[in-house]
Protein backbone atom coordinates (compact mmCIF):
# COMPACT_ATOMS: atom_id res chain seq x y z
CA UNK A 1 0.00 0.00 0.00
CA UNK A 2 1.73 3.02 -1.23
CA UNK A 3 -0.88 5.52 0.89
CA UNK A 4 -2.00 7.40 -2.11
CA UNK A 5 -6.00 6.66 -2.43
CA UNK A 6 -7.76 7.27 -5.66
CA UNK A 7 -11.63 6.73 -6.27
CA UNK A 8 -13.66 5.44 -7.70
CA UNK A 9 -11.81 2.56 -8.63
CA UNK A 10 -14.30 1.83 -11.65
CA UNK A 11 -15.76 3.63 -13.85
CA UNK A 12 -18.56 3.11 -16.75
CA UNK A 13 -19.93 6.19 -18.43
CA UNK A 14 -20.93 7.23 -22.05
CA UNK A 15 -19.05 9.04 -24.70
CA UNK A 16 -20.30 12.84 -24.11
CA UNK A 17 -20.03 12.49 -20.36
CA UNK A 18 -18.13 13.84 -17.51
CA UNK A 19 -16.74 12.40 -14.92
CA UNK A 20 -14.80 13.41 -11.47
CA UNK A 21 -11.64 11.39 -10.21
CA UNK A 22 -10.25 11.75 -6.79
CA UNK A 23 -6.80 11.53 -5.30
CA UNK A 24 -5.45 11.65 -1.90
CA UNK A 25 -1.61 12.15 -1.90
CA UNK A 26 0.55 10.69 1.25
CA UNK A 27 0.18 12.04 4.49
CA UNK A 28 2.99 15.22 4.04
CA UNK A 29 3.42 15.24 0.16
CA UNK A 30 2.61 18.26 -1.42
CA UNK A 31 2.78 17.38 -5.14
CA UNK A 32 0.36 15.36 -6.89
CA UNK A 33 1.07 14.07 -10.34
CA UNK A 34 -1.75 12.61 -12.79
CA UNK A 35 -1.16 10.04 -15.74
CA UNK A 36 -2.88 8.50 -17.78
CA UNK A 37 -1.89 4.56 -19.19
CA UNK A 38 -4.12 3.23 -21.98
CA UNK A 39 -4.03 -0.90 -22.71
CA UNK A 40 -0.18 -1.72 -23.79
CA UNK A 41 0.91 2.24 -23.52
CA UNK A 42 3.05 3.74 -21.52
CA UNK A 43 2.19 6.15 -18.78
CA UNK A 44 1.50 9.76 -20.28
CA UNK A 45 2.32 12.42 -17.81
CA UNK A 46 -0.87 15.03 -17.91
CA UNK A 47 -0.24 17.12 -15.09
CA UNK A 48 1.19 17.76 -12.01
CA UNK A 49 0.15 20.00 -8.70
CA UNK A 50 2.54 21.34 -6.09
CA UNK A 51 1.06 22.92 -2.98
CA UNK A 52 -2.29 24.06 -4.69
CA UNK A 53 -0.66 25.53 -7.97
CA UNK A 54 -0.03 23.66 -11.61
CA UNK A 55 3.53 23.01 -11.42
CA UNK A 56 3.77 21.00 -14.83
CA UNK A 57 1.67 20.34 -18.01
CA UNK A 58 2.07 17.27 -20.40
CA UNK A 59 0.05 15.81 -22.57
CA UNK A 60 -3.34 17.05 -21.28
CA UNK A 61 -6.13 17.53 -23.43
CA UNK A 62 -8.37 20.69 -23.48
CA UNK A 63 -10.83 18.47 -22.51
CA UNK A 64 -9.76 17.71 -19.24
CA UNK A 65 -8.57 19.70 -16.02
CA UNK A 66 -7.33 19.33 -12.59
CA UNK A 67 -6.86 20.91 -9.72
CA UNK A 68 -5.46 20.58 -6.01
CA UNK A 69 -7.40 21.66 -3.20
CA UNK A 70 -6.28 22.99 0.16
CA UNK A 71 -6.31 20.09 2.37
CA UNK A 72 -4.09 18.82 -0.86
CA UNK A 73 -6.63 15.83 -2.51
CA UNK A 74 -6.47 16.38 -6.49
CA UNK A 75 -9.12 16.19 -8.85
CA UNK A 76 -9.02 15.22 -12.78
CA UNK A 77 -12.10 16.35 -14.77
CA UNK A 78 -12.27 14.21 -17.95
CA UNK A 79 -15.66 16.11 -19.98
CA UNK A 80 -16.74 15.36 -23.66
CA UNK A 81 -15.84 11.62 -23.42
CA UNK A 82 -14.58 9.95 -26.11
CA UNK A 83 -14.47 6.09 -26.63
CA UNK A 84 -10.48 6.45 -26.84
CA UNK A 85 -10.26 8.07 -23.17
CA UNK A 86 -11.07 4.82 -21.91
CA UNK A 87 -7.60 4.06 -19.81
CA UNK A 88 -6.36 3.58 -16.67
CA UNK A 89 -5.79 6.95 -14.27
CA UNK A 90 -2.91 6.91 -12.17
CA UNK A 91 -2.30 9.52 -9.66
CA UNK A 92 0.67 9.72 -7.68
CA UNK A 93 2.56 11.81 -5.12
CA UNK A 94 6.11 12.97 -3.88
CA UNK A 95 7.18 15.38 -1.34
CA UNK A 96 7.69 17.58 -4.10
CA UNK A 97 10.77 19.98 -2.51
CA UNK A 98 11.38 22.68 -4.59
CA UNK A 99 15.21 21.56 -5.88
CA UNK A 100 14.84 18.45 -4.02
CA UNK A 101 16.29 15.55 -6.18
CA UNK A 102 14.74 12.43 -5.20
CA UNK A 103 10.75 13.08 -6.12
CA UNK A 104 10.18 9.64 -5.68
CA UNK A 105 6.64 8.83 -7.00
CA UNK A 106 4.51 6.67 -4.69
CA UNK A 107 1.74 5.75 -7.16
CA UNK A 108 -2.26 5.13 -5.88
CA UNK A 109 -3.79 1.84 -7.25
CA UNK A 110 -5.68 3.69 -10.48
CA UNK A 111 -9.00 4.64 -11.90
CA UNK A 112 -10.02 1.90 -14.65
CA UNK A 113 -12.83 4.47 -16.80
CA UNK A 114 -14.40 2.70 -19.38
CA UNK A 115 -16.23 4.75 -21.71
CA UNK A 116 -18.84 3.08 -23.95
CA UNK B 1 11.70 16.03 -27.80
CA UNK B 2 12.66 13.79 -24.66
CA UNK B 3 12.15 10.17 -25.93
CA UNK B 4 13.25 7.60 -23.38
CA UNK B 5 14.00 4.43 -25.49
CA UNK B 6 14.09 0.50 -23.53
CA UNK B 7 13.27 -2.73 -25.42
CA UNK B 8 9.50 -3.92 -26.04
CA UNK B 9 9.77 -7.07 -24.55
CA UNK B 10 12.52 -9.37 -23.15
CA UNK B 11 12.22 -13.15 -21.57
CA UNK B 12 14.50 -14.61 -19.45
CA UNK B 13 14.69 -18.01 -17.43
CA UNK B 14 14.17 -18.55 -13.77
CA UNK B 15 17.47 -18.35 -12.09
CA UNK B 16 19.31 -16.32 -13.99
CA UNK B 17 20.42 -12.65 -14.47
CA UNK B 18 18.80 -9.93 -16.97
CA UNK B 19 19.88 -6.34 -18.06
CA UNK B 20 17.38 -3.79 -19.27
CA UNK B 21 18.91 -1.20 -21.08
CA UNK B 22 17.23 2.27 -21.58
CA UNK B 23 18.40 5.32 -23.63
CA UNK B 24 17.60 9.11 -22.87
CA UNK B 25 18.19 12.73 -24.23
CA UNK B 26 20.92 14.09 -21.88
CA UNK B 27 19.85 17.63 -22.08
CA UNK B 28 18.36 18.87 -18.94
CA UNK B 29 18.57 15.33 -17.31
CA UNK B 30 18.09 15.55 -13.34
CA UNK B 31 17.39 12.14 -12.41
CA UNK B 32 16.47 8.91 -13.46
CA UNK B 33 14.18 6.55 -12.16
CA UNK B 34 13.42 2.62 -12.73
CA UNK B 35 9.78 1.23 -11.70
CA UNK B 36 8.47 -1.80 -11.70
CA UNK B 37 4.84 -2.89 -13.01
CA UNK B 38 2.49 -5.50 -12.84
CA UNK B 39 -0.29 -5.98 -15.38
CA UNK B 40 -3.05 -3.89 -14.25
CA UNK B 41 -1.17 -2.48 -10.40
CA UNK B 42 0.65 0.58 -9.93
CA UNK B 43 3.90 0.80 -10.75
CA UNK B 44 6.54 0.83 -7.49
CA UNK B 45 9.42 2.67 -7.29
CA UNK B 46 12.85 0.49 -7.42
CA UNK B 47 15.54 2.55 -7.63
CA UNK B 48 16.81 6.34 -8.21
CA UNK B 49 20.16 7.09 -10.04
CA UNK B 50 21.42 10.87 -10.06
CA UNK B 51 24.90 10.14 -9.90
CA UNK B 52 27.33 7.71 -12.44
CA UNK B 53 28.11 4.37 -11.23
CA UNK B 54 25.85 1.21 -9.99
CA UNK B 55 23.53 1.43 -7.29
CA UNK B 56 22.78 -2.20 -5.64
CA UNK B 57 19.92 -2.84 -4.08
CA UNK B 58 19.15 -6.59 -3.32
CA UNK B 59 18.72 -8.76 -6.54
CA UNK B 60 17.85 -5.49 -8.04
CA UNK B 61 21.07 -3.21 -9.09
CA UNK B 62 20.61 0.30 -11.46
CA UNK B 63 23.59 1.57 -13.39
CA UNK B 64 23.69 4.92 -14.70
CA UNK B 65 25.82 7.09 -17.11
CA UNK B 66 25.20 10.97 -17.42
CA UNK B 67 27.20 11.49 -20.48
CA UNK B 68 25.84 8.40 -22.32
CA UNK B 69 22.06 8.70 -21.56
CA UNK B 70 22.17 5.41 -21.05
CA UNK B 71 20.95 3.59 -17.49
CA UNK B 72 20.36 -0.36 -17.08
CA UNK B 73 18.43 -2.21 -14.37
CA UNK B 74 20.07 -5.27 -13.48
CA UNK B 75 18.20 -8.22 -12.37
CA UNK B 76 19.63 -10.94 -10.53
CA UNK B 77 18.38 -14.60 -9.67
CA UNK B 78 15.32 -14.27 -11.30
CA UNK B 79 12.19 -14.69 -9.94
CA UNK B 80 8.97 -16.15 -11.66
CA UNK B 81 7.20 -13.11 -9.58
CA UNK B 82 9.48 -10.91 -11.73
CA UNK B 83 7.39 -10.91 -14.83
CA UNK B 84 5.88 -7.34 -15.08
CA UNK B 85 6.82 -4.25 -17.15
CA UNK B 86 10.17 -2.59 -15.88
CA UNK B 87 9.65 1.54 -16.43
CA UNK B 88 12.63 3.74 -16.99
CA UNK B 89 11.66 7.63 -16.15
CA UNK B 90 13.67 10.09 -16.58
CA UNK B 91 13.29 13.74 -14.39
CA UNK B 92 14.80 17.00 -16.64
CA UNK B 93 15.21 20.46 -15.56
CA UNK B 94 12.61 22.93 -17.00
CA UNK B 95 9.57 22.18 -15.29
CA UNK B 96 10.71 19.32 -13.33
CA UNK B 97 8.83 17.09 -15.27
CA UNK B 98 9.32 13.62 -15.31
CA UNK B 99 8.79 11.31 -18.88
CA UNK B 100 8.11 7.55 -18.62
CA UNK B 101 9.34 5.05 -21.47
CA UNK B 102 6.66 2.32 -22.54
CA UNK B 103 8.52 0.04 -20.57
CA UNK B 104 10.02 -3.28 -20.83
CA UNK B 105 8.17 -6.05 -20.31
CA UNK B 106 10.02 -9.38 -19.13
CA UNK B 107 8.92 -12.64 -19.36
CA UNK B 108 10.31 -15.00 -16.36
CA UNK B 109 10.25 -19.08 -17.71
CA UNK B 110 10.68 -21.89 -15.58
Given at each position: ???????????????????TLRCSPRSGDLSVYWYQQSLDQGLQFLIQYYNGEER???NILERFSAQQFPDLHSELNLSSL????????????????AGDNQETQYFGPGTRLLVL | GQN??????MTATEGAIVQINCTYQTSGFNGLFWYQQHAGEAPTFLSYNVLDGLEEKGRFSSFLSRSKGY???????????????YLCAVRYYGGFKTIFGAGTRLFVKA
Open positions: DSGVTQTPKHLITATGQRVAKGELGDSALYFCASSVGL | IDQPTESYLLLKELQMKDSAS
